[in-house]
Structure formats: C-alpha cells, structure tokens
C-alpha cells in the first residue's frame, strides 16, 4: 500500500440528468463546482462547511457525514484505516434543485479519500462505489468523468461512454427558489408505464444522442421530450409544463426538468443570439405562478474532478483563500 499524502483538494462539477428522455443513463456536467479538501486528523474528525448552500442546512458535522461516510467506504475497499479525518466542503451548487449537488459530493468524497491514500482505485471502481451509493449512475458519472456520459447501472454494475459535449451547446438553467428531494419526486412515478411511452422514450432519447454526437443541434428539439417521468413530475414545479411547451419557440434547442427538478434547464446554441428572449420567458413562466427564480448561464465541463495532493508546506492559505477567484460567491 502506498504512503498516505498529507492532505489533498478536489474540485467536482455540478451536474444534469436525464436531459429530457434519458431517465437515468444521461448525465450532463457543468461549470458549477463543489470544494473538499481532505486530510487525515491527529485528533478528532472535524468538518468546516463554507458559503450559503452549505451553511446551516443541518448538514451533519459528525461521522454521519456523507463525505465521511463515503470516504471510509474507499478506505475499506482500498484495505486501509483512516478512522479520523479533517474536511473543509464549500460549494457553489444548490441543494436539491436537480443540479446533482449530492453527487458532487459523493464524487468528491471518493476521489479526494482515493488521492489520499495514493489513489489505489480506479475511476471504473470509483464508478460502480458512486452508482451503487446513487441508485443509479447519470450525476455521479457526469460528475465522475465530466462532459456527456451515456450510462447504466443495473443493480450490480454501471457502465458508461463519454461523449465530448458540442463545443456550441451553452445550457440555461433556471432555479426556482424551492427544493425538491429526489426521494419526493421519484415517488411521484408510477411502477409501471406503457409500452408505447417506454418505445417513445427509446427512439427519443436514442436520437438525442445521436444528435449530441453528430452535431445535428436542430434535432434536440424533437428528441429531448419524454413520457417516463416529466409528465409525473410537472404537478411538482409550478410552471413546468409551460416551460416545456414553449422554450423552443423562444430561443432553445430544447428544454428539460434538470434530474429530478425544480430547475429546468434549457440547451442553446451559443450562436443563436435569443440567449435573453429565453431567459426572460423562462422567468415569466416561473413568475406567474408566484416562483422566485434564478437564472445562470453555463457551460459543459468536459474535465470531471480536478485533484490536487496537497505537500506539508503547501498548507499557508485557508481553505476559502485558496479557492480566491474560482468560486462564483
Ligand atoms: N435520474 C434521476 C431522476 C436524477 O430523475 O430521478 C436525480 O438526480
């Protein structure tokens, strides 16, 4: 076994699910980001959360943690004891709007705990540990590997396929200023759906990847429509359903409920010069029914994780010091 590093920092983006059809196998990344830094602790384990989506959300600071939690998971795969860990979390993704903040944070525990003690796993491992935490595999492979992951897990193991996003897609997100659990809005699916919806989505969002992979943005309008879930869904999110009938007629490509919501989330073609007229409608739908919301473009983040180990002296900035001028808060 390798030596254990004093310390390291990861840095994990933000992610899309589903994008419309691919209910559960589509993961897309984005340029949103969430911070752990790691260490083992002479003493006790300790946890700092920094900024508004972290601070007093109840987030446990004990070794019920989920960071905590999933690092000791690497540690034991990996053969190795590190009962005792200090970890610093910032993160600019908002929780539980549908924007795979938990994923962020369980791709971040694995691959910050993995660096730390010399990274003995491999990202294929790493990914059937984050599918089988997540119950299925689309933010946590996105999150894992960046870009566009194409995925499954079937309950024993996830595979996947990066596709390099089209370098014109920019992504529109709106985030209504209420939460929803996955855990809620997964209930709201039926056990059971029709052949003719299962074929649907099928042709739907096979096309939808053929589009991404081809370039042929004109056909994301067609295929990113859906019928496993979406239609369940929109009692949930105020708005929702007009947001999917008429996005496309203002500037989208084409328009989905990011994950499992609230936000809903828009692709555009950089070059398509309606990026306001879109954002505008999509802030009226949700204003009319009373919904505060926040609008933020973004971009695909084709890296995944970035790891940096941290060496003894390394250490003189804080924590929030050194993620200056990185984070968007
Ligand atoms: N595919 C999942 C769902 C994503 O839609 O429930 C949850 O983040």
Redesign the pocket.
Known sequence: MGKINPGVRVRVPAST??LGPG??SLGLALDLYTWVEMSRSEGKTTFQLYGEELEGKGIPLDKSNLIYQVAQQVFARAGVEVPELSVSMYSDIPLAR?L?SSASAIVAALTAANALIGSPLSDDELFQLASSIEK?P??VGASLFGGLVVAYWDGIRAEHIKVAPDERLEVLVAVPDFQLS?EK??HALPKEVAMSDAVFNVGHSNLLVAALCTGRLEMIRLAMTDKL?QPYRSALVPGMAEILEGAADHGALGIALS??GPTMLALSDRDGGRKEELERFLREMFGRHGIGVETRWLKPDTEGPRVEVLTETAGSGTFMQNLKGEIRT
């Open positions: 699910a589903n209910f559960d549908g795979g299925h689309d933010n996955t809005a997964r879930h994950g499992a």
